[in-house]
């Protein structure tokens, strides 16, 4: 099980690496859904293999990188909100026939 949990943290850094040399070389856009994948993937591979082997400080950060990863990709791909609507200003008062 160890050896299957070193590969997973092993990949998991490559595929950090990966998107984060793609980004910083222009190739890659860092607000796209592509690079939002490989850091979730990635984030997760490490948390994994991190808190198998007890290292809860690299554990959490990448728990919280995976969240940040998730919470990134709903807003990627969920469909844009309907803009609200106000409701309609009521119009003014009409004029007052209240002569003398």
């Known amino acids: 099980m160890s050896?299957?949990?070193?590969?997973i943290g092993t990949a998991g850094a490559?595929?950090?690496l990966l998107a984060y040399a793609l980004v910083s070389s222009?190739?890659?856009s860092?607000?796209?859904l592509p690079y939002q994948l490989l850091n979730l993937g990635g984030a997760a591979?490490?948390?994994?293999n991190s808190a198998y082997h007890s290292a809860w400080p690299s554990a959490i950060l990448n728990l919280v990188w995976s969240g940040i990863g998730v919470w990134t990709?709903?807003?990627?791909?969920?469909?844009p909100a309907a803009p609200r609507r106000h409701a309609?200003?009521?119009p003014p008062p009409g004029p007052c026939y209240g002569g003398p």
């Open 30 to 32: 860092g607000e796209g």
């Open 45 to 48: 591979g490490l948390m994994i």
């Open 26 to 28: 222009g190739r890659m």
């Open 88 to 90: 309609e200003p009521a």
């Open 14 to 16: 490559v595929v950090l």
């Open 73 to 79: 990709l709903g807003r990627l791909v969920a469909p």
């Open 3 to 7: 050896t299957f949990i070193t590969i």
